[in-house]
Structures are given as structure tokens and as C-alpha cells.
């Protein structure tokens, strides 16, 4: 199939499929007028691709998704070198999960503090202090 083809199987853009073709994630053949064929398998390919993007995992890192697809696996994820960027990954999240929830108790805190300080230095001759 033509890129355009492809693109509109894989519901993305032929200028998103060059890319990918240049960073080596796509293969294509050329045709005798230049045009760049693809094989049908290259639609699961993409597909795989822009679902690994979109849960944030960075092109480099679906190099071995797509490596195990074209290893003629039903899935890209199956194979140990794809387990290994899973639990990569999964260790990122949850780094900024604890992250983001050391962040979280440092806010209470702040407004707990903001709060207390307010309530004991907010007085009936102050109303202003109250609406702020």
C-alpha cells in the first residue's frame, strides 16, 4: 500500500509515517517511481506505535515493541526485552506517583498552616482578613 494508504488505515499523517520510517520504526520499500510501499503488517506496527506514544513512552523506547511484532508476535509487548521497558516505565510512574504525593502532603501542610495562621490572627476589627 501507498503512504497515504497506510496513513489513513492507521489513522495518522504520511508526514508522521516518514518520521517514524526515518527514526527506523517503519519499514518501506520503494517502488520503480520512488513511491514508498508498505506491507499490510505495517498498520499494527503504526497502531502500536501511537498507543505506546500516547501512554507516554518515548520513540526509543518502542524499538523493541515493534522488534517483537515483526518477530511475528500477536502482540509487541510479549518479549523480554519489551518486559524490560514495561517494568522501566512502570518504575518511572511510580517514582513520580511518590513524587507527586510527597508534593501533595507538603501542600496540606501549607494550607493547614495558612489556615491555623489565619483563623488566629483574623479578628472581628479585621473583616478584610477573612474575604482574602
Not at 511510580?94 to 496540606?108: I, P
Not at 495562621?117 to 483574623?122: A, D, L, M
Request: glycine share 6%; net charge positive.
Amino acid at each position: 500500500m501507498l503512504i497515504g494508504e497506510l496513513a489513513e488505515h492507521a489513522g495518522t499523517s504520511a508526514r508522521t509515517l516518514r518520521y517514524y520510517e526515518s527514526r527506523g520504526l517503519l519499514r518501506a520499500d520503494r517502488s520503480s517511481n520512488g513511491y514508498r510501499t508498505y506491507d499490510a503488517a505495517e498498520v499494527r506496527v503504526v497502531r502500536e506505535i501511537r498507543a505506546l506514544l500516547a501512554v507516554g513512552f518515548a520513540l526509543d523506547d518502542i524499538r523493541p515493541f515493534v522488534a517483537c511484532l515483526r518477530a511475528g508476535n500477536a502482540s509487541g509487548d510479549v518479549c523480554p526485552d519489551s518486559v524490560a521497558v514495561l517494568r522501566r516505565k512502570l518504575a518511572e510512574v511510580d517514582a513520580a506517583v511518590a513524587r507527586l504525593g510527597e508534593v501533595r502532603e507538603q501542600l496540606r501542610t501549607q494550607l493547614t498552616h495558612a489556615i491555623t495562621h489565619r483563623e488566629e490572627t483574623c479578628t472581628p476589627q479585621r473583616p478584610s482578613c477573612w474575604s482574602q
